[in-house]
């Protein structure tokens, strides 16, 4: 275990570079990226969570309430692209968001984690009638705050 989890922890990094997750959508992809080099078979959820609190103990990534994030001085903007050419920029760098829509995707993140077991419930029923991509593409949708709940029951 301790090998895997060795091999997991820079993927858990790689897919934290492109914003906010959750347990099972780090352990969703990690196991797609594991998949593709046939490295790990079984359950994975054991080798991600030591993964996770190993990294959280050397404080390279942040846990609030079940959401991981990369700790700030550890965020960088083209880490997990190698081989592109491109210095990795600090997040200070960055072309900053407006802050109209930061502040709402803030508050439908918000949202999304108070009514988490709606959210669940909704997922679970879209999965059931529409199928998994969809349903994923939803669940990404949400984490991200692009979208609340509400919206997508209304359409």
């Known amino acids: 275990m301790p090998t895997l989890t060795s091999r997991v922890a820079p993927l ?11 347990v099972l959508s780090l352990t969703v992809a990690v196991r797609k990226a594991l998949e593709r080099t046939g490295a790990a078979k079984g359950d994975l959820t054991g080798s991600i969570n030591s993964a996770l609190r190993n990294l959280a103990d050397a404080k390279r990534i942040l846990n609030t309430e079940g959401i991981y994030s990369l700790a700030p001085r550890h965020q960088t903007i083209g880490a997990s692209e190698p081989g592109n050419g491109q210095r990795a920029l600090p997040v200070a760098e960055r072309t900053p968001v407006p802050r109209r829509t930061k502040s709402r995707e803030g508050r439908n ?40 709940l509400e919206e997508l029951r209304g359409r």
């Open 12 to 22: 858990i990094l790689d897919e934290l570079q492109r914003g906010e997750r959750r």
């Open 109 to 148: 993140q918000a949202a999304t984690r108070r009514n988490s077991l709606k959210v669940e419930q909704y997922l679970t029923d879209v999965e059931k009638a529409h199928g998994c991509a969809r349903a994923w593409a939803l669940r990404e949708r949400l984490e991200h705050g692009h979208v609340t």
